[in-house]
C-alpha cells in the first residue's frame, strides 16, 4: 500500500521539474568549458555518462555525479558543469540508461515514465553502473587518480550507498539523502559529508540516528543543516532558478562554499579516516 501513497507524489514532482529547467538548459549551452556524451559499459550494458572538463592545467580529482529522482535532467547536466567549473573532471551517469522507446534514457521517456522506472532499478545495476561510470573518468589522462562521489535527493541516498560500496572513493557528498542501513555503514572507508534543509523533515530528521549510527561504526559523517532550506535546495536555490526562496538560495551559497572547500582539500591531502568523528551543525 505505501508505494500506491508516495509514487503519484513522485509523478508530480517530476512533471514540475521537468517543465520548469529551460533556466538550466539555458545555463548549460552558454558554458564555455568542454563537456561530451560518453558511453561505458557495465557488463554488455552500455550507460550513457555526461562528462565536463574542467579549464585547468594541472591533473584532477575526478567526481562522480548521482542524479535525482528526475533522471539526467538538464538540470543535473548543469550542475556536473558546474563542479567542472570549480576544478574537477565531472561525470553524471543515466542510470535509466536503455529505457527509452528507443534504446536512450531520460531524455526519450516522460516525467510519468520516469518517476516509476526509477523506482525499478536493481540495487545491483545501479552499483554497476556507478562503478563502471567511476572506472572511467578514474582512468582519464587528467585525472589525478582521486575519486569522490556526490548526489542529490534520490541520487544523495544513493550517494551514501555506494561509499559502502565502492572502497577508493576520498569522501561522499549527500544532499538531503536518505542513510544506508547501519550494517552497510561499517563498510564506509572514506568520509562522508551530508547537507540537509532545516525545513526537510522527511529526510533531516533521520541525521540524529545516521550520526549515531556512524559514531557507532567508527566512521567520519561530518552533517550540516541549513537553517529554513528546503528539500532540493541545490536546485531550488540556483541563482538562475526563477522566484528562488531566499533560505534556499542562502543555503545553496552555503553548501557550495562548503563543498569547494572540502574538495580542494582532499585534492592535496589525504585524510585520516579514524581521526575523525561523527557532529552536526548547523548554518
Same mark, same amino acid.
Given at each position: 500500500?505505501?508505494?500506491?501513497?508516495?509514487?503519484?507524489a513522485l509523478f508530480i514532482c517530476a512533471a514540475v521539474s521537468?517543465?520548469?529547467?529551460?533556466?538550466?538548459?539555458?545555463?548549460?549551452?552558454?558554458?564555455?568549458?568542454?563537456?561530451?556524451?560518453?558511453?561505458?559499459?557495465?557488463?554488455?550494458?552500455?550507460?550513457?555518462?555526461?562528462?565536463?572538463?574542467?579549464?585547468?592545467?594541472?591533473?584532477?580529482?575526478?567526481?562522480?555525479?548521482?542524479?535525482?529522482?528526475?533522471?539526467?535532467?538538464?538540470? +543535473?547536466?548543469?550542475?556536473?558543469?558546474?563542479?567542472?567549473?570549480?576544478?574537477?573532471?565531472?561525470?553524471?551517469?543515466?542510470?535509466?540508461?536503455?529505457?527509452?522507446?528507443?534504446?536512450?534514457?531520460?531524455?526519450?521517456?516522460?516525467?510519468?515514465?520516469?518517476?516509476?522506472?526509477?523506482?525499478?532499478?536493481?540495487?545491483?545495476?545501479?552499483?554497476?553502473?556507478?562503478?563502471?561510470? +567511476?572506472?572511467?573518468?578514474?582512468?582519464?589522462?587528467?585525472?589525478?587518480?582521486?575519486?569522490?562521489?556526490?548526489?542529490?535527493?534520490?541520487?544523495?541516498?544513493?550517494?551514501?550507498?555506494?561509499?559502502?560500496? $565502492?572502497?577508493?572513493?576520498?569522501?561522499?557528498?549527500?544532499?538531503?539523502?536518505?542513510?544506508?542501513?547501519?550494517?552497510?555503514?561499517?563498510?564506509?572507508?572514506?568520509?562522508?559529508?551530508?547537507?540537509y534543509g532545516g525545513n526537510d523533515g522527511r529526510i533531516t530528521?533521520?541525521?540524529?540516528?545516521?550520526?549515531?549510527?556512524?559514531?557507532?561504526?567508527?566512521?567520519?559523517?561530518?552533517?550540516?543543516?541549513?537553517?529554513?532550506?528546503?528539500?532540493?535546495?541545490?536546485?531550488?536555490?540556483?541563482?538562475?532558478?526563477?522566484?528562488?526562496? +531566499? +533560505?534556499?538560495?542562502?543555503?545553496?551559497?552555503?553548501?557550495?562554499? $562548503?563543498?569547494?572547500?572540502?574538495?580542494?582539500?582532499?585534492?592535496?591531502?589525504?585524510?585520516?579516516?579514524?581521526?575523525?568523528?561523527?557532529?552536526?551543525?548547523?548554518?
Amino acid at each position: 500500500m505505501k508505494p500506491k501513497l508516495i509514487l503519484p507524489a513522485l509523478f508530480i514532482c517530476a512533471a514540475v521539474s521537468a517543465s520548469a529547467q529551460d533556466w538550466a538548459k539555458a545555463k548549460l549551452e552558454k558554458s564555455p568549458r568542454h563537456g561530451e556524451w560518453v558511453t561505458v559499459t557495465n557488463g554488455a550494458r552500455p550507460v550513457q555518462c555526461w562528462v565536463v572538463y574542467p579549464e585547468v592545467k594541472d591533473k584532477a580529482t575526478a567526481v562522480l555525479l548521482i542524479h535525482e529522482i528526475y533522471g539526467l535532467s538538464d538540470w +543535473a547536466r548543469a550542475m556536473t558543469d558546474e563542479v567542472a567549473a570549480a576544478g574537477y573532471i565531472a561525470i553524471a551517469p543515466d542510470l535509466l540508461s536503455g529505457l527509452g522507446p528507443k534504446g536512450g534514457g531520460t531524455s526519450e521517456l516522460t516525467s510519468q515514465e520516469i518517476g516509476q522506472d526509477i523506482q525499478k532499478l536493481p540495487a545491483a545495476q545501479i552499483t554497476g553502473d556507478l562503478n563502471a561510470a +567511476a572506472d572511467y573518468v578514474k582512468a582519464l589522462p587528467a585525472a589525478s587518480g582521486k575519486l569522490v562521489v556526490g548526489g542529490f535527493c534520490w541520487g544523495g541516498g544513493q550517494s551514501f550507498l555506494f561509499a559502502c560500496n $565502492r572502497a577508493d572513493l576520498k569522501a561522499a557528498f549527500v544532499f538531503y539523502g536518505s542513510p544506508p542501513s547501519a550494517a552497510n555503514m561499517a563498510k564506509i572507508q572514506c568520509p562522508v559529508y551530508g547537507f540537509y534543509g532545516g525545513n526537510d523533515g522527511r529526510i533531516t530528521l533521520t541525521v540524529t540516528n545516521t550520526v549515531a549510527d556512524m559514531k557507532a561504526a567508527g566512521k567520519s559523517y561530518v552533517p550540516v543543516v541549513y537553517d529554513g532550506a528546503g528539500h532540493g535546495f541545490m536546485r531550488a536555490g540556483e541563482p538562475e532558478f526563477p522566484e528562488a526562496l +531566499a +533560505a534556499n538560495r542562502r543555503a545553496y551559497d552555503q553548501a557550495w562554499e $562548503r563543498w569547494k572547500d572540502s574538495l580542494k582539500r582532499i585534492s592535496f591531502i589525504e585524510v585520516d579516516i579514524p581521526n575523525l568523528k561523527a557532529n552536526t551543525q548547523s548554518r
